[in-house]
């Protein structure tokens, strides 16, 4: 139980695209998802918290416009990246949570922007 | 300003033998403490908790010590194997979980058969 996943795995697109990344909690209802950035050779960094059916709530240095984070529901939370840069170039995970439980982690998407 | 350090970067065992990775904290509201494992372009995968309440916890091959006094923890790891070898991170959290993770920098735990 408790599988999280993500969609795409990798993705590679243009400067100033956009591009969406799902995160989907399987076999569990996810009352909380986290989006986090992982740059090489360093932590897992927070970038939000969503709630479903509530606005999410981005750390300090993470601008909302440009990562837009939606949970419709209780099974699935998107990050949309838009205006995308190189420097946006990382790896993107998120994690889901049932109540207060352990948070479960997806595998991961690696965005390249060229 | 990281408010948790992994000070050990990688870390190389031999096989069967004991595995210690070691985490220190700064921020004395944390209250539950835990560990994952992460294998190259896949998600950390939870392997063991324990609350600010206790000072061990042991799962199977992997016990995790807490020193609130020092602000340390540790993962032990024995009898270490070919398929530990992964990168550890610690996190910390307040309210016993119900706050956001603070993940530590991680260690690369290579284990030699």
């Known amino acids: 139980g408790a599988v999280v996943s993500q969609h795409p795995s990798r993705v590679i697109c243009k400067s100033g695209t956009s591009v969406k990344i799902e995160c989907r909690s399987l076999?569990?209802?996810?009352?909380?998802m986290f989006w986090y950035r992982q740059f090489p050779k360093q932590s897992l960094m927070l970038m939000a918290t969503s709630n479903e059916g509530s606005k999410a709530t981005y750390e300090q240095g993470v601008e909302k416009d440009k990562f837009l984070i939606n949970h419709a529901s209780l099974t699935l939370s998107t990050l949309t990246v838009t205006s995308a840069h190189p420097e946006d170039s990382s790896f993107y995970i998120c994690?889901?949570?049932?109540?207060?439980?352990?948070?479960?982690f997806g595998p991961g998407t690696r965005l390249t922007v060229t | 300003d990281q408010q948790v350090k992994q000070n050990s970067p990688s870390l190389s065992v031999q096989e069967g033998r004991i595995s210690i990775l070691n985490c220190d904290y700064t921020?004395?509201?944390?209250?539950?403490f835990l560990w994952y494992k992460k294998y190259p372009a896949e998600g950390p995968t939870f392997l063991i908790s324990?609350?600010?309440?206790?000072d061990k916890n042991e799962d199977g091959r992997f016990t995790v010590f807490l020193n609130k006094s020092a602000k340390h923890l540790s993962l032990h790891i024995v009898p270490s194997q070919p398929g530990d070898s992964a990168v550890y991170f610690c996190?910390?959290?307040?309210?016993?979980?119900?706050?956001?993770?603070?993940f530590g920098t991680g260690t690369r735990l290579t284990i030699i058969p």
């Open positions: 921020n004395s509201m944390f209250d539950y």
């Open positions: 996190a910390a959290s307040e309210n016993f979980g119900n706050e956001k993770l603070t």
């Open positions: 076999d569990f209802q996810a009352t909380t």
């Open positions: 324990i609350s600010s309440i206790k």
């Open positions: 994690s889901a949570r049932e109540a207060s439980y352990e948070q479960y």
